[in-house]
């Protein structure tokens, strides 16, 4: 009977430790921020941010703002998740009460930029719009 007890036990553990541990190691990836500069190529913004939000021409510049989610590193992710993972096997799932609103709410940074390039397509003024 306390074979059946203890394996009840420790697939209610593994079925409850999910939610935590997966939302940590599935947050959002940190973005190279520092190409938000003068003098950065717009194939770089490109290559690390995909495509701009809004794009537009003005007063001959061209002007684009990059909206996204700035996360967190692997590293970061992987030791969240691992923490996650043993409080849970510790507390048997109960940890999982606090655990997944916690992950929920540090879900990563909303940031956006506004970026005016010269005629080479080369930022020449940035602007943080949030931050």
């Known amino acids: 009977m ?9 697939m209610g553990c593994v079925f409850l430790s999910s939610c935590s541990v997966y939302m940590a190691a599935k947050q959002p990836d940190a973005k190279n921020i520092e190409l938000f500069r003068v003098g950065t190529p717009r194939g770089m913004l490109l290559a690390e941010f995909g495509l701009p939000t809004v794009a537009e021409t003005r007063d001959g510049h061209k002007y684009e ?3 996204f989610v700035n996360g967190y590193s692997a590293g970061a992710k992987a030791g969240r998740a691992v923490f996650h993972g043993a409080a849970d096997v510790v507390t048997l799932g109960l ?9 929920g709410v540090f879900s990563g940074d909303e940031m956006a930029y506004r970026v005016r390039y010269d005629k080479n397509d080369i930022i020449d003024e940035v602007a943080v719009l949030k931050q």
């Open 65 to 67: 703002i990059y909206k």
């Open 2 to 10: 306390k074979i059946i007890t203890f394996a009840v036990l420790m």
């Open 95 to 103: 940890w999982e009460v606090v655990g997944t609103p916690t992950e």
